[in-house]
């Protein structure tokens, strides 16, 4: 069994910037692919950035040049910076992650999600 567990959500005013993280805990062997999300209200679930173990970052065109992804394997923890942040970011961030536990097994898990809001 594998948990997620985002934090870092909150309240900014536009151009502000947030950062989040979500950390792996469980019979973690390794990570292969962490993902953030986002689903704002009424609206489907995007692909925000996503990062593989030893791998180069994708961002959606959105955010690119703007969010930065990172993963820290010593953690088990993914980080998403956000800069310039404006009102359409607003939504509640989630974390996925591609995790192969110690009995050899995938798992697809999910965090509970956090909030971002942007707004004056």
């Known amino acids: 069994q594998v948990q997620l567990v985002e934090s870092g959500g909150g309240l900014v005013q536009p151009g502000g910037s947030l950062a989040l993280s979500c950390t792996a805990s469980g019979s973690i062997f390794s990570i292969y692919a962490m993902t953030w999300y986002r689903q704002a209200s009424g609206k489907q679930r995007d692909v925000v950035a996503t990062?593989?173990?030893?791998?180069?970052?994708k961002y959606a065109d959105s955010v690119k040049g703007l969010f930065t992804v990172s993963l820290s394997n010593g953690k088990n923890t993914e980080y998403l910076q956000m800069n310039s942040l404006k009102p359409e970011d607003t939504a509640v961030y989630l974390c996925n992650a591609d995790v192969i536990a110690t009995t050899g097994e995938l798992f697809d898990s999910w965090g509970q999600g956090t909030q971002v809001t942007v707004s004056s």
């Open positions: 990062i593989t173990s030893g791998g180069a970052p």
